[in-house]
């Protein structure tokens, strides 16, 4: 069974391998049935292809996170922590112009997003993580320099 410390430790290492740029050594964290929402509301996707393709993009566009403390949920269950994360805005960004969480930037080549959000998962007892929520909306992310 899995407990508060295993929950933020995979919290944590979920950031750690993105920045790594390893995606296979990430989906080693999740069930190859996780369900994840990012952004929670953008709609819901399940198992461990979805879970490459949405990660590979953000490695892609050179994501960064630079995450706080993990807090656990006394379920010994639940973990969330705090996330800034820096991309560029190419090759994912239209899709966030499309669905109107950002304007166009002046130059597209060159711009760089960053957005707060909160990365909440749910540990199963095979102590992988079964669920995944990334909560954050236009008002969390901007361009930076």
């Not at 899995?2 to 290492?13: F, G, H, I, R, S």
């Not at 190859?32 to 953008?42: K, L, N, Q, S, T």
Request: overall charge negative; hydrophobic content about 35%.
């Amino acid at each position: 069974m899995p407990d508060e410390t295993t929950c933020k430790a995979l919290a944590v290492a979920h950031c750690e391998r993105i920045n790594a740029g390893d995606v296979e050594g990430l989906l080693k964290l999740y069930s190859p049935a996780v369900r994840f929402e990012d952004p929670v509301g953008g709609g819901e996707r399940i198992g461990h292809g979805a879970l490459r393709s949405h990660i590979a993009g953000a490695v892609t566009g050179g994501v960064h996170d630079a995450y706080g403390e993990p807090v656990a949920a006394p379920d010994g269950r639940h973990a969330a922590v705090p996330v800034t994360s820096t991309v560029n805005f190419l090759p994912n960004g239209p899709l966030m112009v499309r669905y109107g969480m950002l304007d166009t930037p002046e130059d597209p080549e060159n711009a760089r997003m960053e957005y707060s959000c909160t990365l909440v998962i749910q540990v199963g007892e095979s102590e992988l993580i079964e669920d995944m929520r990334v909560y954050w909306g236009r008002s969390d992310v901007r361009f930076v320099d």
